[in-house]
Structures are given as C-alpha cells and as structure tokens.
T-cell receptor, first 112, second 114 residues
Framework: GAGVSQSPSNKVTEKGKDVELRCDPI?????LYWYRQSLGQGLEFLIY????????KSGLPSDRFSAERTGGSVSTLTIQRTQQEDSAVYLC??????????FGNGTRLTVT | AQSVAQPEDQVNVAEGNPLTVKCTYS??????LFWYVQYPNRGLQFLLK??????LVKGSYGFEAEFNKSQTSFHLKKPSALVSDSALYFC????????????FGTGTRLKVLA
C-alpha cells in the first residue's frame, strides 16, 4: 500500500527565497508530524496536527516557518526568506491515534 | 519537560555478539516508548514499542527492548548482531499525560564489524 509521500525529494534554493514542502500522509491517518533532521543531529520536532484540533506549533524555530493541513490530509510546510541554517532534511510522518509513526523519505533542503 | 537521551553517539560491536543501545527518558505522565531505525538514504522505520504490559517487548529483525520504570530507561537489545544491523537508531517517547507529541533522541549510530 501507499506510504507517506513527500515532495520534492530534493530542493536547492537561494538564501532569501521562500520554499514549500509537501506531505501526503497515509489515507485515513489522523495525526501528522513534521520533523527536521540536520546533518549529524537528531530529529527536531516542528509541528503536530491531530484531527480537527489546533496544531501544536511549539517546535517551529521562528515565524518564518509555518504549516497547514488542508482537509485533514495533505500538509504543506512553508519556509519564508530561507537562511543557510535552514538546510536540513525535513521529515513528515503520519499515524492513526495511538499507533506508531510512519515516515516519508524526507525532503533534503539546501539553501545556498 | 519531555525529553529523551541517547548517551552514546556510536556503538561498535562485533558480528555475532550481543548489542545494547541505551535510551533514557523523562515525561510528566505515562510514557509510550518507541525505537526506530534509519538506514542510509532511507526514511525511519518502526522497530518496536512499549505501551503497557510486559517490560520486555519484542520487535522486528530480532530486536527487543526492556522497559525499566525505576531507571526511566528503554534500552534496545539484540542477542546476536548482524552486519546488516548497522544503521542509525532513534529512541522516542510520547507523553500520554502531557503534550502527546513524539520526542526523539539524538540517535545512536550502530556499527557491526564483520
């Protein structure tokens, strides 16, 4: 069956540009998470959507980062005015309530 | 605050020997505990979880983990390591009495030597 799909798989952008990263979760999964994995680092929590509840945005590193989830399915993570320190792999995961997370393969973002 | 610690950046073990990857956690409520593995250029894959019940849980690829409430630990173990087990391992905790979000450790790179 289809897993979590992320696009693009790789994105190179110039400093100062905006980028949008897309996540298609597994159909029917109510929870959706975004994480950031920097080289040599662990997974940094960014944002968590659960059903129709207000998202937990406590991990977003600055107001340049935002995310939305439309219709309880697809999610878009937007980074405005990208900086070099935003370079990382951005991982999306989805799950049913109280079940393990299923991860996508990530989007590798490089800011030049 | 909710947190997970993996004290070892890297663990080296000879093929055929037992392996242990350490994890300790801190939560305000009851923890749900998980181990994930990441192979090179791949996404994270679920290995096993502890929700409730037996302290020793068994998962994929022959891995198991022991939940120790008094030591707030959830170490990953395997009786006999394979070269193909070499990967990056992440421990995660979900605070069921607090934020409900998953928090991951910094990861431990396991290298199994032939």
């Amino acid at each position: 069956g289809a897993g979590v799909s992320q696009s693009p798989s790789n994105k190179v952008t110039e400093k100062g540009k905006d980028v949008e990263l897309r996540c298609d979760p597994i159909s029917g999964h109510t929870a959706l998470y975004w994480y950031r994995q920097s080289l040599g680092q662990g997974l940094e929590f960014l944002i968590y959507f659960q059903g129709n509840s207000a998202p937990d945005k406590s991990g977003l590193p600055s107001d340049r980062f935002s995310a939305e989830r439309t219709g309880g399915s697809v999610s878009t993570l937007t980074i405005q005015r990208t900086q070099q320190e935003d370079s990382a792999v951005y991982l999306c995961a989805s799950s049913l309530e109280n079940s393990p997370l299923h991860f996508g393969n990530g989007t590798r973002l490089t800011v030049t | 605050a909710q947190s997970v610690a993996q004290p070892e950046d890297q663990v080296n073990v000879a093929e055929g020997n037992p392996l242990t990857v350490k994890c300790t956690y801190s939560v305000s409520g009851n923890p749900y505990l998980f181990w994930y593995v990441q192979y090179p250029n791949r996404g994270l894959q679920f290995l096993l979880k502890y929700i409730t019940g037996d302290n020793l849980v068994k998962g994929s690829y022959g891995f198991e983990a022991e939940f120790n409430k008094s030591q707030t630990s959830f170490h990953l173990k395997k009786p006999s390591a394979l070269v193909s087990d070499s990967a990056l391992y992440f421990c995660a905790v979900r605070d069921m009495g607090g934020t409900y979000k998953y928090i991951f450790g910094t990861g431990t790179r396991l290298k199994v030597l032939a």
